[in-house]
């Protein structure tokens, strides 16, 4: 069966330190992959999405960048963190199905990031 | 571009009340409607879905109804309980995108 594995589940970073958050999914190959912002008591903002590998697409223009270095990883970064950085991030997957429709996204456990 | 807009975003109810959470969506060219739940703290998870090619689908104590004319679906839960007290996201989507639209969300408050 597939799992998708995030981490840390927690973050405490001081404003201006570099970020770095990993996410890897087992059991399936190819697949579609997401990072997901959620501010406290609000919706899912999309960050970045890919199709494969070094394929990346920025949804929102912000000092976070996105990378897949392989098929099933897909890694969260930025150089230099703010304050509106702080939030809950989400990884997830999906099948890609051509021919079968949509597919439903499966999220990961998520990372809590506090900036000081 | 498709936008969802999802109501209302708080719903109290009574423990065995029936809750009935809407969503509208614009683009007549989405398909497909996955429903998330997500306990506090937690990942949103999906707890059913339904495709254009059908008008209802029901699991247990949750059903979702789809109104392609109206543009329109529901999630209904019925004799609700405590543990049903969560978030819940609608979404929807057309064919070849593998970007979903969120609604806003329903903060679901079941009172024992």
């Known amino acids: 069966s597939q799992t998708i594995h995030q981490w840390p589940a927690t973050l405490v970073q001081p404003v201006g330190s570099p970020l770095s958050l990993e996410c890897t999914v087992e059991?399936?190959?190819?697949?579609?992959l997401y990072w997901y912002r959620q501010a406290a008591g609000r919706g899912l903002q999309l960050l970045f999405y890919?199709?494969?590998?070094?394929?990346i697409s920025s949804e929102v223009p912000q000092n976070l960048s996105a990378s897949r270095p392989q098929d099933r990883q897909f890694i969260l970064s930025s150089k230099k963190l703010l304050l509106s950085d702080s939030g809950f991030y989400l990884c997830?997957?999906?099948?890609?199905?051509?021919?079968?429709?949509?597919?439903?996204?499966?999220f990961g456990d998520g990372t809590r990031l506090s900036i000081l | 571009g498709e936008n969802v807009e999802q109501h209302p975003s708080t719903l109290s109810v009574q423990e065995g009340d029936s809750a009935v959470i809407k969503c509208t969506y614009s683009?007549?060219?989405?398909?497909?409607f996955p429903w998330y739940k997500q306990e506090l703290g937690k990942r949103p998870q999906l707890i059913i879905d339904?495709?254009?090619?059908?008008g209802e689908k029901k699991d247990q104590r949750i059903a979702v109804t789809l109104n392609k004319t109206a543009k329109h679906f529901s999630l209904h839960i019925t004799e609700t309980q405590p543990e049903d007290s969560a978030v819940y996201f609608c979404?929807?989507?057309?064919?070849?995108?593998?970007?979903?639209?969120f609604g806003r969300g329903t903060s679901l408050i079941v009172h024992p």
């Open positions: 979404a929807a989507s057309g064919r070849g995108s593998y970007i979903p639209t």
């Open positions: 683009d007549s060219a989405s398909n497909y």
């Open positions: 890919s199709v494969g590998i070094g394929q």
């Open positions: 339904i495709r254009s090619n059908v």
């Open positions: 997830a997957w999906s099948v890609p199905a051509p021919g079968l429709g949509n597919q439903p996204q499966h």
């Open positions: 059991g399936t190959s190819n697949p579609n």
